[in-house]
């Protein structure tokens, strides 16, 4: 063990962030807030002071417990938050060297190095953290304004996967074919079409697969709930939004890989 050292020391402030750990785990931050976590700061501190003094302060070994508590806070926190808290940083850090006599210019010169780095890791974390957050929150209203348009469009929305097989029916579908919005998912959409028209379709269907983003126009004979043929205009055949397609994969119970899908609009 490091000069100084003392186990029933350690042993302590391990039980003790050991306990702290579980209750902090159990506490309902979701209703407090994010920036209610900033308490956390200062407690960690302290444990890691504790650890670092009952350790035998080397200023070479104990950097890293400082570092995890900064990256935590770029991840949790806007940017300058680490920055915000160097005052902290550097007492907790300079502090045990300080307090048991260790005033070595070796020791007290990592204070140097080392508290920058925890703070410039930190904020470069926040930095990605946020570009991160603003990203999904885009996404997440693109996917909810392209749902809206679709629950409320005039016209049939539809897609279809690399197979063929249908994934999604816009509500649009019981008023024109007069299926419901589940009832054609998972089958294969050639079992609605005249099998005069599916070698068109199927020509039409192979050209999206092959070419990213384009789009087509064709006119098909769908079945009718009913029984019936439908004279259907396939107005803009193309890949679905990425957006869609990735607000999809996130709904509950869908954890496997989804294949490729192409979506469409039809009309009577």
């Known amino acids: 063990m490091q000069s100084g050292a003392t186990r029933s020391g350690l042993a302590v402030v391990g039980l003790s962030a050991i306990v702290g750990g579980v209750v902090i785990w159990h506490l309902p931050w979701e209703r407090w807030g994010r920036s209610s976590t900033l308490v956390l700061v200062p407690t960690s501190l302290i444990l890691i002071i504790a650890h670092n003094v009952t350790a035998g302060t080397d200023g070479f070994r104990y950097g890293l417990f400082f570092m995890v508590a900064w990256v935590w806070v770029g991840l949790g926190h806007p940017r300058g938050t680490a920055t915000w808290f160097a005052p902290l940083l550097i007492a907790a850090y300079a502090g045990p060297l300080l307090l048991v006599g260790e005033r070595s210019s070796v020791s007290l010169a990592s204070t140097v190095y080392a508290v920058p780095s925890c703070i410039i890791v930190g904020e470069a974390v926040a930095w990605v953290a946020e ?15 392209f749902q809206s348009l679709v629950q409320h469009a005039a016209d049939v929305v539809f897609l279809v996967d690399a197979a063929g097989a249908i994934r999604y029916d816009s509500p649009a579908i019981e008023r024109v074919l007069g299926y ?24 039409a269907f192979a050209e999206l697969l092959r070419t990213p983003g384009a789009t087509t126009s064709m006119e098909a004979r769908i079945r009718h709930a009913d029984g019936p043929l439908a004279l259907v205009r396939g107005r803009r055949l193309q890949p679905a939004p990425r957006a869609e397609r990735r607000e999809r ?3 509950p119970g869908r954890h496997h890989r989804e294949p490729r899908r192409r979506g469409g609009v039809a009309r009577p």
């Open 249 to 251: 994969r996130r709904e």
């Open 131 to 145: 570009r991160l957050r603003r990203s999904d929150e885009a996404l997440r209203r693109s996917g909810e304004r």
């Open 180 to 203: 419901s919005t589940v009832e054609r998912i998972g089958h294969f959409g050639g079992e609605y079409v005249h099998r005069d028209d599916l070698p068109r379709l199927a020509v």
